[in-house]
């Protein structure tokens, strides 16, 4: 099978480098990794430098290129470009799509596979997300600080996951957290229950996971915020545990004191955000649904100053 991975950041690079260093050197899967710029040119010269909690190891794909329509078809994608390039990337690779290609999303947010289907109809797009703390430290090597390095992905429906069931294996057998599901909105749901409010205050306060937690105020306004996440969902027809709010400050609380969301890092360092597709979304899902939304709205009013 070829496998692509689309974007090789903080997720691309972690899952993407896994993959590679199970199936590069074999003769079972292809590992294309389609990166850009000096982090592109520091994976072909020297290979993938990962730092994680599990191991240091250097990861070598078959293919490493900038340009999709030289590397052939694909099998499989992981499209792990950020939630703005997400058509832009999906475009770049619609020569290498047949329909019997497999596309998996791990953008943060819960829209991804909808506006996929937009751009390359003919492919057979699979929700998913990952649960992870990562990021390029400098061209050509991407450290792992937490998280519980878990991909998710599936359907709503228990006989049609069970058709994607071929690529969980190949996801275990090299090494990776994996969980196929057959209630993926409900999953993608509580996990945009984690990003968004922690994504959104990390960002218009510059504080850490453990900042938050620490401090009453911003741990009382984080809660706030999630419930605000619950109320949409619920008005969506998602259902969330009742201590869905409670379970997730938990998570949080485990994180690393000084770890910082991937949205808080790109407005640190002056890079385009993922504000669309977490803040701003819930706060026009809040408006289509009728629900009120006033602390993402203030939220969304700082981050857009």
């Not at 703005?84 to 998996?104: D, F, H």
């Not at 850490?208 to 619920?234: K, W």
């Amino acid at each position: 099978m070829r496998i692509a991975i689309i974007g090789i950041g903080g997720v691309g690079g972690y899952f993407g480098g896994k993959l590679a260093r199970a199936y590069a050197g074999g003769e079972k899967h292809e590992i294309i990794f389609i990166a850009r710029g000096e982090h592109l040119k520091a994976i072909q010269k020297k290979g993938l430098k990962l730092f994680t909690v599990e191991a240091d190891y250097i990861a070598w794909p078959n293919i490493a290129t900038d340009r999709p329509v030289m590397a052939g078809l694909f099998d499989l994608v992981f499209l792990c470009a950020k939630s703005y390039s997400l058509e832009e990337s999906a475009r770049a690779i619609e020569k290498n799509i047949t329909k019997n290609t497999i596309i998996v999303p791990l953008q943060n947010g819960i829209e991804s596979a909808v506006r996929l289907r937009t751009v390359l109809p003919a492919a057979d797009i699979v929700s998913g997300c990952v649960y992870i703390i990562s990021h390029i430290e400098r061209p050509g090597v991407i450290r792992q600080d937490g998280g519980a390095c878990k991909m998710i992905f599936g359907t709503d429906n228990a006989h049609s996951s069970k058709k994607y069931s071929h690529i969980l294996d190949i996801l275990l057998e090299a090494k990776i957290n994996a969980v196929l599901s057959d209630g993926i909105s409900q999953v993608l749901w509580s996990k945009y229950l984690l990003m968004c409010p922690l994504a959104s205050l990390t960002s218009a306060t510059g504080k850490t996971y453990g900042e938050i937690i620490e401090d009453r105020e911003l741990s009382t306004l984080a809660r706030e915020l999630m419930q605000e996440v619950v109320a949409v969902a619920r008005a969506k027809k998602i259902t969330l545990p009742q201590n869905a709010v409670d379970k997730t400050m938990e998570m949080v609380a485990g994180f690393g004191y000084g770890s910082k969301t991937s949205m808080q890092l790109d407005c640190e360092n002056g890079r385009q955000t993922e504000i669309d597709a977490l803040t701003a979304y819930l706060c026009r899902a809040g408006r289509e649904a009728g629900v009120a939304t006033p602390v993402h709205d203030e939220m969304l009013r700082r981050l857009s100053a």
